[in-house]
């Protein structure tokens, strides 16, 4: 495979930042609007409304990821396992560019986690 650009990954991470950021926008506005004064819409407005915010979390919570990735690529700490210190393979960091572990740190993280 071929070597990852930096500059490529950044630049996508930007565009999927500003994508998040404008999701973000609507779905606040959409979470601000009024509710119908029947009660059998407003109940399904709720509703809506929970699955919106759960979709704003999520969006947020890449937001945090992309911006701890990019914070990390300007240090220089990018593709570093922060648990052993070894680069984090080039296929890992395309598939998941949010990665803080190399595989078999992430491998046994999940395994000590699926622990009781």
């Not at 959409?30 to 009660?39: H, I, K, Q, T």
């Not at 969006?59 to 648990?83: N, Q, V």
């Amino acid at each position: 495979m071929a070597k990852t650009s930096p500059d490529r990954l950044r630049g996508a991470l930007l565009r999927k930042k500003e994508e998040l950021t404008a999701r973000l926008e609507r779905i606040t506005a959409n979470l601000r609007r009024g509710y119908e004064a029947d009660s059998k819409e407003r109940a399904k407005q709720l509703e809506d409304s929970e699955v919106v915010d759960a979709l704003g979390n999520e969006a947020r919570l890449e937001l945090k990821k992309i911006t701890a990735t990019l914070a990390r690529m300007e240090s220089g700490d990018f593709g570093i396992c922060i648990d052993c210190g070894t680069p984090i393979d080039e296929g890992r960091i395309e598939a998941y560019p949010y990665a803080l572990e190399c595989i078999d740190c992430a491998t046994l993280d999940e395994r000590r986690k699926a622990r009781p």
